[in-house]
């Protein structure tokens, strides 16, 4: 708890901190829904995927895990290392707006859903991958 409290304090030095500590405590409890997991603090993290046949709206594939603590959610990348799951902060969000890590004035913009930031930041990349992911017409279900 004192260490996501830390890290909220001052997430451009602690992100990954405060990443490990909310995580740390999830996992302490246990966990009632499938893509949800509350700490003991009040904090909790969801596990988002992002894919080709979302409704309404497509999004190109991407996975992100958002913590969240009272005044602001770190949303992040979930990465395998060395067999270990561990979480590279992409940005923090404020409501509806994503901001980088390193400063609240330096934002990306505000979005009505985390695959929205995703296709913001990292769509023009994926789109090399996924050329028909969002491709009019394309009627998938």
């Known amino acids: 708890m004192a260490a996501i409290v830390i890290a909220a ?3 451009r030095a602690n992100a990954t ?3 490990a500590a909310s995580f740390a405590l999830i996992c302490a409890t246990p966990v009632f829904a499938q893509d949800t997991a509350p700490g003991l603090d009040g904090s909790s993290a969801q596990w988002i995927d992002c894919g080709c046949y979302d ?3 497509k999004h190109y594939p991407y996975s992100i895990v958002v913590f969240k603590a009272a005044e602001r959610e770190l ?3 979930p990465e395998r290392r060395e067999g270990a799951l561990t979480f590279a902060p992409l940005a923090v969000r404020y409501g509806t707006r994503y901001c980088a890590v390193e400063s609240e004035q330096d934002c990306y913009g505000s979005f009505a859903h985390p695959c929205d930031f ?3 930041r990292y769509g023009p990349t994926l789109a090399e991958y996924f ?3 969002k491709a009019e017409g ?3 279900e």
Do not use: G, L
């Open 17 to 19: 901190a405060w990443a």
């Open 138 to 140: 394309d009627d998938r």
């Open 55 to 57: 409704q309404p709206s």
């Open 118 to 120: 995703t296709d913001f």
């Open 75 to 77: 949303v992040t990348r």
């Open 131 to 133: 050329p028909t992911c």
């Open 9 to 11: 304090q001052n997430p």
